[in-house]
């Protein structure tokens, strides 16, 4: 089984649409919940940062993660054709040394 | 803020080759990790670098060596290439918990 996992899609979307971006994981020890947003050959960028339980918002995003269910989510409101991109999860502990596990990552299409 | 910066951006090489990838984190962060993101894959974690030391790798052979120097910048070896290294690099500096990633070096073994 995978540390984390994460559909990969791809998820396509009209604009104005609120989009839902979900990962599941099986070390009960992440306390490190990310997500990075990448675009076709760049490297990721760190859109949100959250640690432990409960919900971060910034924006048109915004984070939750389940702790109990091992279950993080990004939600993307208002989406537009700019958000079109490859979206990365990822989480790390201090039990894993501050190695980042990351998933797949989910492709993104808003359609104008 | 420079951010993370990485060199170079594209490289080919041939099978067997030795290549030497390089990278400087953001100011402020001193711990230097490398992954390798094949296509349509999430990156997978080669190795961290904190005080010019190798403090954790992932499932990586030894021919994945790395370098920090005393500025904290890094550089990531891989000798004796394979068709199966061609991929997006990719170097992160971080604080304790928060990760930032360079631009990648796309490297092709042909």
């Known amino acids: 089984q995978k540390e984390v996992e994460q559909d990969p899609g791809p998820l396509s979307v009209p604009e104005g649409a609120i989009v839902s971006l979900n990962c599941t994981y099986s070390?009960?020890?992440?306390?490190?919940f990310m997500w990075y947003r990448q675009y076709s050959r760049k490297g990721p960028e760190l859109l949100m940062y959250?640690?432990?339980?409960g919900n971060k918002e910034d924006g048109r995003f915004t984070a939750q993660v389940d702790k109990s269910s091992k279950y993080i989510s990004l939600f993307i409101r208002d989406s537009q054709p700019s958000d079109s991109a490859t979206y990365l999860c990822?989480?790390?502990?201090?039990?894993?040394?501050?190695?980042?596990?990351f998933g797949t990552g989910t492709s993104l299409t808003v359609i104008p | 803020d420079a951010g993370v910066t990485q060199s170079p951006t594209h490289l080919i090489k041939t099978r067997g080759q030795q290549v030497t990838l390089r990278c400087s984190p953001k100011?402020?962060?001193?711990?230097v990790s490398w992954y390798q993101q094949a296509l349509g894959q999430g990156p997978q974690f080669i190795f961290q670098?904190?005080?010019?030391?190798?403090?954790q790798r992932g499932n990586f052979p030894d021919r994945f060596s790395g370098h920090q120097f005393p500025n904290y910048s890094s550089e990531l070896n891989v000798n004796a290439l394979l068709l199966g290294d061609s991929a997006l690099y990719l170097c992160?500096?971080?604080?304790?918990?928060?990760?930032?990633f360079g631009p990648g070096t796309r490297l092709t073994v042909t």
């Open positions: 992160a500096s971080s604080t304790r918990y928060e990760q930032y």
């Open positions: 070390n009960s020890a992440f306390q490190y």
């Open positions: 959250t640690y432990s339980s």
């Open positions: 990822a989480m790390s502990s201090a039990n894993t040394g501050n190695q980042f596990y």
């Open positions: 100011s402020g962060h001193d711990t």
């Open positions: 670098y904190y005080e010019e030391e190798e403090r």
